[in-house]
């Protein structure tokens, strides 16, 4: 599809815009680097914080995805670095990386009037996975999380990826200082959303995966429903719970078991929804692709967001 001479230009406009900026780390190390988008005005504005993937940073050329979308809603913006790279301890979901995006909110809250109802979070893949965990650990912080392709579960992953011959097995070792035996599992699993997700009930989050994902792509989608079951149980919808069975099916057979119900009509999607459920603030859909995310619907979900 091509964009209008429109949409070319706000994409333009929001690349100019966008700028490279240093916030000081609170966990320690040097200041870390972010790009930022000021829709400029009085305010208030509502703030997305948007994460990079796992083996991107700061620089990513998501940023100006997000950017591009921020500036047609007059939306502010940060892309935090949140140690780079998932390549060392000091990245991979650890402390430091965690109160690196808070520091990146707070740092954006004294940049602009910010509305305090409308703080967003998102990111894809790897940057999917770090939503959830933030959205654990600081759950009171956001209005709505859109977690796109994540990986819930890093032991797992690293047996993924290991049964794939990726790259990912490597990176995990590099982060926890070998694979998830005895003496690590404890550690893969405290930087895992999948074990926190059940005690954060009433907290909007979006999960979204490419059915094919595990197949043409690197994160099974076992991660986002078996995520979206933990939420489904923090917010005591224990019936909405996706059974074991088919996400096993839907993992390894890439569609979706027909006792499950049609899928629902979403205009949004550019891609054909495949399943869809609720359960409470949070809903985990499935759509025809791969390891992508899709901005648009993204972005339609969470402008409906508010508190």
Known sequence: ???SIL???????AAQDLREVEIPASA???????????????????????????SGDYKQKDANDYASRCAARGWAMVFPDFRGPNLRPEAGGSDAAVSDVMDALAWAKKQVRVDDSRVYLAGGSG???MSLLMAARHPKAWTAVSAWVPISDLAAWHGDSVKAKRKYADDLEKVFGGPPGMSRLEEYR????????????????????????????????????????????????????????????????????EELGPPP????????????????????????????????????????RSR
């Open 1 to 3: 599809m091509r964009l």
């Open 7 to 13: 949409c070319l230009a706000v994409l333009a406009a």
């Open 28 to 54: 320690g190390g040097p200041a870390q680097k972010a790009m930022w988008f000021d829709p400029g005005g009085s305010g208030p504005v509502p703030l997305l914080v948007a994460l990079h993937s796992w």
């Open 127 to 129: 940057g999917g996975y």
């Open 190 to 257: 405290r930087r895992s959303p999948l074990f926190w997700l059940g005690r954060i009930p009433g907290v909007s989050i979006e999960i979204s995966a490419g059915i094919h994902d595990g197949h043409a792509g690197s994160v099974p989608v076992r991660h986002s429903l078996q995520a979206f079951n933990e939420l489904a149980r923090a917010n005591e919808k224990f019936g909405q719970a996706i059974p074991e069975a088919a996400i096993v099916f839907m993992t390894d057979k890439e569609k979706v078991p």
């Open 265 to 304: 009509s979403d205009a949004s999607y550019p891609k054909a929804v495949l399943f869809r459920r609720e359960a409470g603030p949070t809903r985990v859909t499935l759509f025809e692709g791969g390891h992508e995310v899709l901005y648009d619907p993204m972005f339609a979900w969470l402008e409906k």
